[in-house]
């Protein structure tokens, strides 16, 4: 919970102290995949509300991110990797955090509504009280399976994209879902094996500090088997091509080494060498996602142009 110690800023807050408490990296990833899950849809919008919608989603995700430093803001002063967010340094109260938040929740959730369809509008909402509610201020702190069932709040967006275009769910938009929820754990996990006294520090009770660090090797290498499966699952619907099933299975060939790689490491060899295989392969997750709806996107592309 929130320590109301965090509360005095140390100088008056700027703007950029503002969009920060928007997490404005993770926001990219929201705007791409959902821009992605619009465009791939059936059913084409008007450019200006298209441009509504994806407005509107980044709006709400950085709402969720607002609410989520208000709530985290105790631990957040812990971890190395956090304390210098905008409400732990000072630079932004905890009560304007919590206002900001509320208000972008609810400016965000409507417009899209109006813009779009209510369906849409009630998915973004659901995923804000994911994000707060079930996973910041329940699962984080609770379980180590809180990355697991959490990335379902940051899986949503490619889906409301979809829905936002079409009014309904489908396949295509499930598959897109499970791509992100799937590849949340083995992402956040590989981070968890070098950064492991953050979250010690914390108290948080990430796989790592609950089950010890061989169970969360074999973990990733479970969770990045499935995620393969369903990544190269979605290459064979309608909202893909042949450009993303050839990326898919390159990239999960490669992320699923990776993934083998750690699982036959144990700790000794792991500090020998300051831990390059878990930080090479949680670099690439990085980029494993922004690739895979980078090539839903060239197949889009490639359809508008009547090429495939």
């Known amino acids: 919970m929130t320590d109301m110690s965090v509360q005095s800023p140390e100088h008056e807050a700027q703007f950029g102290d503002y969009f920060a408490l928007l997490k404005p990296r993770v926001m990219t990833l929201v705007v791409f995949t959902a821009f992605v899950g619009l465009l791939v849809a059936p059913v084409g919008l008007h450019p200006f509300v298209a441009f509504c919608a994806i407005l509107f989603i980044a ?3 950085g ?3 607002a609410l989520n430093m208000w709530w985290d803001a105790d631990i957040d002063a812990v971890m190395k990797r956090t304390r210098r967010r905008p409400v732990p340094s000072g ?6 955090a919590l206002s900001v938040g509320i208000a972008l929740s609810g400016f965000s959730v409507v417009m899209l509504g109006l813009a779009t369809n209510w369906l849409a509008a009630g998915l973004l909402a659901f995923t804000i009280f994911f994000y707060v509610a079930i996973y910041s201020m329940w699962l984080k702190r609770a379980t180590p399976q809180n990355i697991v069932i959490g990335g379902a709040a940051g899986a949503f967006p490619p889906m409301i994209g979809w829905v936002a275009a079409t009014g309904s769910i489908s396949l295509e938009s499930i598959l ?5 929820f799937l590849w949340t754990p083995p992402h956040f996990w590989a981070l968890a094996l070098f950064m492991r006294s953050d979250y010690d520090d914390a108290g948080v009770p990430m796989l790592t500090v609950t089950h010890g660090r061989p169970e969360t090797r074999r973990h990733i290498l479970v969770y990045t088997a499935v995620l393969a499966a369903f990544a190269i699952w979605l290459g064979v619907t309608a909202a ?3 450009v993303y099933l050839v990326a898919a299975i390159g990239l999960n060939a490669w992320f699923l080494k990776g993934a083998w790689n750690i699982y036959q490491r144990d700790e000794v060899m792991a500090e020998a060498d300051n831990y390059a295989v878990e930080k090479a392969f949680f670099k690439f997750s990085l980029l494993y996602l922004f690739l895979h709806f980078g090539a839903l996107l060239a197949d889009a592309i ?3 142009g009547g090429i495939i």
């Not at 630079?91 to 304007?96: A, C, D, F, L």
């Not at 897109?176 to 992100?180: D, Q, R, S, T, W």
């Open 59 to 61: 709006v709400g995700g």
């Open 63 to 65: 709402a969720a991110g």
């Open 91 to 96: 630079r932004v109260t905890s009560g304007e």
């Open 176 to 180: 897109m879902f499970a791509l992100i």
């Open 240 to 242: 893909s091509g042949p």
């Open 302 to 304: 490639l359809r508008a």
